[in-house]
């Protein structure tokens, strides 16, 4: 299947500090992709959705202004977290659409980033 | 928001039993997905359905797509404890829809 990547998988940071998340998409284009938080031992919500090219449509509850998205090229979305609180630690997943599985429409999740906030 | 229903939330067994895991919902699907993901990590797609009363199979792993679309079971033979993870069933909505509804998963242990 194809391959979507996330770095960094872990990343520790002081409180009030920004940090970025990289999510590719390694061996096909993806217009549309997935950021999403996972609390521990539950499902994924969905943050946001990101389009090539275009402003991200957040979820009703996340902040656009503090959860920062740009997707800047049909294989990388970023996601930033601003003035990051200990609230914001969570293990963070994107995953990309990929057009070319038209009938099953399928999503490839990358490993996912690890977010603690001290 | 079209909400899936998965249950049982949590499944412990002994290695070499049977399972099923139901996901189940009030409004249909153009298809539903099935990922297992493991602690400190991504999901990881084992199968999608697309057609009602489809059947798939992966190995020892059964997936059933409801006829009318609106719910869909895995089914384990002889789990073995590599099977342990956290198993999650998602959907698209509808023709179009490209947001997944995700369920609130089933965290399976298989213990030997």
């Known amino acids: 299947g194809a391959v979507v990547s996330q770095h960094p998988s872990r990343v520790i940071c002081k409180s009030g500090t920004s940090v970025k998340i990289e999510c590719r998409s390694l061996?096909?284009?993806?217009?549309?992709m997935f950021w999403y938080r996972q609390f521990p031992k539950k499902s994924l919500m969905l943050m946001a959705t990101?389009?090539?090219?275009?402003?991200?449509?957040?979820e009703q509850g996340v902040e656009k202004d503090k959860f920062l998205i740009n997707h800047a090229s049909l294989t990388l979305s970023t996601l930033t977290v601003t003035s990051a609180h200990p609230e914001d630690s969570s293990f963070y997943i994107c995953?990309?659409?990929?057009?070319?599985?038209?009938?099953?429409?399928?999503?490839?999740f990358g490993p996912g980033t690890r977010l603690t906030v001290l | 928001t079209q909400l899936l229903e998965q249950s049982p939330q949590f499944l412990s067994i002994q290695e070499g039993e049977n399972l099923t895991v139901y996901c189940n919902s009030s409004?249909?699907?153009?298809?539903l997905q099935w990922y297992r993901q493991e602690p400190g990590e991504g999901p990881v797609l084992l199968v999608t359905?697309?057609?009602?009363?489809e059947v798939k199979k992966l190995k020892r792993l059964t997936f059933q797509f409801g006829d009318a679309r609106k719910d869909s079971s895995l089914h384990i033979t002889a789990a073995q404890t590599g099977d342990t993870g956290l198993y999650l069933c998602?959907?698209?909505?509808?023709?179009?829809?490209?947001?997944?509804?995700f369920g609130k998963g089933t965290k399976l242990s298989v213990i030997p």
């Open positions: 995953s990309a659409r990929d057009f070319r599985t038209r009938i099953t429409d399928t999503q490839y």
């Open positions: 061996d096909f284009q993806a217009t549309t």
């Open positions: 990101s389009n090539e090219g275009s402003k991200a449509t957040y």
């Open positions: 409004s249909v699907f153009s298809s």
């Open positions: 359905v697309v057609t009602g009363g």
């Open positions: 998602a959907g698209y909505s509808g023709a179009g829809s490209y947001q997944l509804t």
